[in-house]
């Protein structure tokens, strides 16, 4: 996919203001720990997540989206009317229906004729519907787009919680499925796309690849009765060994068809998970760390607003300058892989 008529008008993050450390989190399961003979900082140790956030109990994800899409309208001062399409991208959503697009839509207030629909795929539910409005943008079927998440991850760490506490058969080999659901935290993020001439960032999104490696799809499963009771179960090591191959197959098809070296790229954001991860990853893809922007350590892993958020905040931070090259590698469970290519 390459694009000649896109650009990234604003990408925005909002984040949640109640803090919880990993500490805190081992404290309340150290009669777990105890039992198991597992020694306090295990789960720092393994990830390098010291906290992550959450938003208060019981809100609907939509309702914070409904401030990330005005949050980006500001930003990017593209006039609603213009807004060709929304897409919601998250893991999270309000409802099995109607799509949580619908109700964003409506809190936005964004026109009749806008274009609304949820996109589901794991942790790169908003990075597949930044594809899906560029490809609107570039057969000229609209002119600007909206596409935006929101992870609420208290319910799924407080079960995982509950669980490991009032089970009394688990052992150091059958807890290890349920360590990533403690890295689990909360943010939301968007992104504004635009028809080139309408721009005033000229921030380019300039194409993307993507592959699927479905053989791997049982890796990590969550269904939509965690709220009821059931905890995510992720087979953590297998999924970073085959998630990490899965990109080492796609990053070169990636540069060929953005014509990008590896050491022309000047800045990369990737999914965030833990320092494990990131370690394989850059080692296996042959790229200098040096390079990479890190929010793991105080955002956890956000799910599809992981990698929006860190190229949100690297560039409230100024990180990149213009004519600079970025490398956006997501990664999620299913195993697929979506690299996008932006000249900022």
Not at 117 to 144: K, P, R, Y
Not at 168 to 187: D, E, H, N, V, Y
Not at 320 to 328: D, H, P, Q, S, Y
Request: hydrophobic share 40%; aromatic share 6%; charged share 20%.
């Amino acid at each position: 996919m390459n694009y000649k008529n896109v650009c990234i008008e604003a990408v925005v993050n909002l984040l949640p203001e109640e803090i919880v450390t990993t500490d805190a989190i081992e404290e309340r399961l150290a009669p777990v720990y105890d039992r198991l003979r597992l020694p306090p900082g295990r789960l720092e140790l393994m990830t390098g997540i010291r906290e992550r956030r959450l938003w208060p109990k019981g809100i609907l994800p939509g309702s914070i989206s409904v401030q990330t899409v005005k949050k980006a309208l500001e930003q990017s001062g593209v006039d609603p009317k213009r807004v060709g399409a929304l897409i919601h991208g998250s893991v999270c959503r309000d409802y099995l229906e109607p799509a949580t697009a619908c109700g964003v839509h409506e809190g936005a207030g964004l026109p009749e004729d806008c274009q609304i629909f949820d996109v589901s795929n794991a942790c790169l539910g908003i990075l597949t519907g930044m594809i899906q409005a560029a490809n609107m943008i570039e057969l000229g079927q609209i002119d600007a787009a909206i596409v935006v998440g929101t992870e609420d991850s208290r319910s799924l760490l407080e079960t995982t919680i509950d669980q490991m506490l009032n089970d009394p058969t688990l052992t150091r080999q059958s807890i290890k499925p349920l360590f990533a659901s403690l890295t689990i935290g909360s943010a939301s993020a968007g992104f504004v796309l635009v028809r080139k001439d309408l721009s005033r960032t000229g921030m380019k999104l300039l194409g993307a690849n993507v592959i699927a490696n479905t053989r791997f799809c049982h890796l990590c499963r969550s269904d939509a009765s965690v709220k009821e009771g059931d905890a995510m179960k992720t087979d953590s090591e297998t999924l970073l060994i085959q998630g990490v191959d899965t990109a080492k197959r796609l990053f070169p098809q990636f540069l060929e068809n953005l014509g990008w070296t590896r050491g022309e790229i000047d800045h990369f954001f990737c999914h965030q998970v833990g320092k494990a991860h990131q370690k394989l990853l850059y080692d296996t893809l042959e790229i200098d760390f040096s390079k990479d922007f890190s929010t793991l350590e105080f955002l956890g892993n956000t799910g599809s607003a992981a990698l929006p958020s860190a190229f949100s905040i690297g560039l409230e931070r100024g990180l990149c300058k213009k004519g600079e090259k970025v490398a956006l590698l997501g990664i999620g469970s299913g195993i697929n892989s979506l690299m996008i290519g932006v000249e900022i």
